[in-house]
């Protein structure tokens, strides 16, 4: 019942509709109205730009920064050298940006682990706040997955029921940290269905998904992006979307409420930053060409690769900004509610 | 007879494109060129190289990528060997042997074994994944969960307590330095704070790269340092002679215990080469009647940490090509470049585009061949590096240590760690303690928290859940068992062997 009142109270404020709207092909791209050259503001950027990254270049992360690094040189012929600073879930990353200068010459790549950070810990930046969002370029869902030859359960329905009947035995795996958005999700979801289930925590990725196709686990957790070589070989499979309505990619895969649950979804999504202290003539800058980038060829054909244009992924700095406030509320109520020492 | 036509496929393919040839050539060289160089190493060369390989063909950039992964883990023997300077992690196993005995001049013989050895060990690795990628990556992810590799783990830290120390206190000691190292940061699985002291980079956790250069490189420039102040230093004597067939006939047991044991580490997602080399070196050691000869220049201890990595090498492509599971960074660089061209490594890989896939295998083949003839050219020049005056070799150490620490990741908590360990192993290394445990205990120590969290939260945190694991209750039972003789050879058998090797 509580977790009914916490999702009434929120979902006037989450983006879901407006993320779904955007549900169309990107033949007609986001920032198309952009100018497609913008004189350099006092000569900037003078010289190659810095993106610091969070973390490692093999990863979701690693590949989104590589690709709008590439499209923002392809676009104004500025380099762009990608610093990566893995470790602590994305806090070494933010902490080494923060001692940056605001010269528009560092701009930052993160994901809404940022944002929940920031709403278990308020000490921890604000990314809406205490940095300005160039652009969000990468907003995802999530899904639960099984393997395709699984004979124990075949969808949905089949799968809580056999949960059910090992009485807590039953595994996923997943990124189970604590405050993560797999937990969350899926405190939502054991609520909602009665379901006790053992979650895995696996960080890295490779293991992840090997525990699922070696049967070393009965479930995984993920987004599609990230899972779409196992999807198109028909190794994996997905019986649960975590969104409120079925994107056409998944039409076969029943949504939130075709399953009967009733909480707002939450989104993994990347993007990019700079100082709050940066020159405005500078921001602007960096906001054409990080926005404008975003629909060149080669940044659309990655998001197309990687599932990301199931549902809308772009925000211009306003939208970014509205995403991460309302995700920040989303988590901090959320942890409320599970007892979390929100500070 | 498939597969050797197949083969033969891929080996004409190869050879008859100028471009491929060139393609080849170049990841070779400079694999090799990158992994001997500390300070980089194969992993440096393939994120500079890693956009320009969309202007490759598919195939070619996947070659490039794997033939950098063969070369380049070999690479890194030549500086472990004459300076005591893993090239990567995967060869600090070798320096434990091979700067001993470059010390005692035969510098000649330990870089040839480790060139015919990786050749030896990445060769058959290569044969082997070519003969069965699809069955072997199958039963390796459903065999092998996280409560085997933390059995493997436990295994490897039972018998890495008897290698360097003095004494099976100081062995122990060591281990647990070690493992207490890897707990500061984020823990694998909760994300909780350890250890952190309100430092942010601290979360990041102590990294084993800059260790390893600090306990090894630094802290023996330090000793030579110490040796040249008190007028005792005694540069290293200059060899060229490789080992003779019989020499390596003699260690053909260690040579395929090495490829079994690198081969089954390299297909375990997440695990690869470095643990391989480790588990290699500690086998050989465990095995050996002369222990107490490893740790001061035993060949044994070189030619069983070159093969297993190197057979490692061919191994960690099986769960790429057949499942798209990389076992590492380098292998997750190349599912980049599979990506780069509108393809996704797995099983379909196989179905779609099989001429790649013998391209590339036969390309692996023929770089770990290579490493016979290159690495032996390259060590008659490279080895001339010895009689650079210590004055001037130990800066130039210094500074390339420096900037290896500091492009694992970037942080500057990596270089302080590194000189931290430099001073610390210094004296360490002068009490008898063991700084090769202590860098084991660091990465098997953060596999190990990991893996065994995993384990307890699928076996419902009941011990009694590994009985029921045939393999990981093998394991621990031959933990246990490598753990209670080595306590029996400490304390009731002193006089014939003590606890273990210096």
Known sequence: MKLRNFTATVAAATAAVMLLSGAAAHAACATDDLPGAVNRPGGFPARALTMVVPYGPAGGSGQVAQAMAQAVTDLTGVAINRDHKPGGSGTVGMTAYMATPADGYSVLEHIDDASSAHALDSSRPNPAQDLIPLVTSQITFNQIYIRANETRYTDWDSFVAWVKAQNGKATIANVSKEGSMERVLMKFITDATGMKIQQISFDKGAPRYGSLAGGQVDALFEQPGDVRKFLDSGLFKPILTILKERPSAFAATPSLLDAGLDFEPLYRFRGFFVHKGVPAERVAWLQWAFQKAYCEDSYQDFNESKYMTLIESFRDTAGSRELIANTIGQYRAVYQQMGLDVK | ?502
Not at chain 2, 125 to 150: D, R
Not at chain 2, 441 to 461: D, V, W
Not at chain 2, 469 to 475: E, K, M, Q, S
Request: overall charge neutral; proline content about 5%.
């Open chain 2, 1 to 502: 007879m498939e597969t050797f036509s197949n083969f033969i496929g891929g080996t004409v393919a190869l050879f008859s494109d100028p471009v491929g040839v060139l393609v080849f050539l170049g990841g070779v060289i400079g694999g090799m060129l990158f992994g001997a160089i500390p300070g980089v190493s194969m992993l440096t060369l393939a994120a500079i190289l890693l956009p320009f390989t969309a202007h490759l063909s598919a195939e070619h950039g996947i070659m490039l990528f794997s033939v950098i992964y063969c070369t380049g883990v070999y690479g890194g023997a030549i500086t472990a060997i004459l300076f005591n300077i893993p090239g990567a992690p995967e060869n600090a196993p070798t320096a434990f042997d091979g700067y001993p005995m470059t010390q005692n001049g035969r510098a000649g013989k330990a870089v040839g074994a480790a060139v015919m050895c990786s050749a030896i060990g990445g060769c058959l690795s290569a044969v082997v994944m070519m003969a069965a990628t699809a069955p072997i990556a199958a039963w390796a992810i459903s065999a092998f969960g996280p409560p085997e590799i933390f059995a493997l783990v436990f295994f490897g830290l039972a018998v890495a307590a008897s290698v360097g120390a003095k004494t099976f206190w100081k062995g122990w000691l060591s281990i647990l330095a070690g493992l207490t190292i890897a707990v500061v940061g984020l823990d694998p699985v909760g994300g909780i704070a350890r250890y952190d002291f309100n430092m942010p980079y601290l979360l990041a956790g102590i990294h084993f790269i800059p260790t390893i250069l600090g306990f090894f490189a630094v802290s023996e420039i330090f000793i030579q340092a110490e040796k040249k102040a008190r007028g005792v230093y005694r540069a290293p004597k200059m060899s060229v002679d490789f080992p003779t067939l019989a020499e390596l006939v003699a260690h053909k047991i260690a040579i395929i215990r090495s490829i079994f044991i690198g081969f089954f580490c390299g297909i375990l997602p997440g695990i690869g080469a470095t643990l391989a080399a480790f588990m290699g070196y500690n086998e050989a050691v465990r095995w050996s009647r002369n222990r107490r000869e490893f740790g001061r220049g035993k060949m044994e201890g070189v030619i069983a940490s070159e093969t297993a990595n190197n057979a490692a090498t061919g191994a960690a492509m099986i769960p790429l090509l057949a499942l798209g599971l990389p076992g590492g960074a380098l292998t997750a660089m190349m599912v980049g470049v599979f990506q780069m061209h509108d393809m996704e490594p797995g099983p379909l890989v196989f179905l779609n585009s099989a001429d790649l896939v013998w391209v590339v295998f036969a390309a692996m083949f023929f770089a770990n061949l290579s490493i016979l003839l290159i690495g032996y050219l390259e060590t008659r020049t490279i080895i001339n590096l010895l009689r650079v005056p210590f004055q001037f070799l130990a800066p130039l150490i210094l500074l390339l240590a420096t900037v290896g620490a500091y492009a694992v990741r970037g942080l500057t908590v990596d270089i302080i760690a590194m000189f931290v360990a430099g001073v610390v192993g210094f004296f360490l290394r002068r009490s008898g303690y063991s700084v090769a445990g202590i860098v084991l205990g660091l990465i098997l120590g953060k596999i190990g928290e990991q893996t065994f969290a995993q384990a307890m939260q699928m076996l419902h945190f009941e011990w009694s859940g590994f009985i029921g694991r045939p393999i990981a209750l093998v394991l621990l039972i031959a933990g246990f068992i490598t753990l209670f003789a080595s306590i029996y050879r400490a304390f009731f058998k002193k006089s014939a062997g003590g606890a273990g090797p210096a």
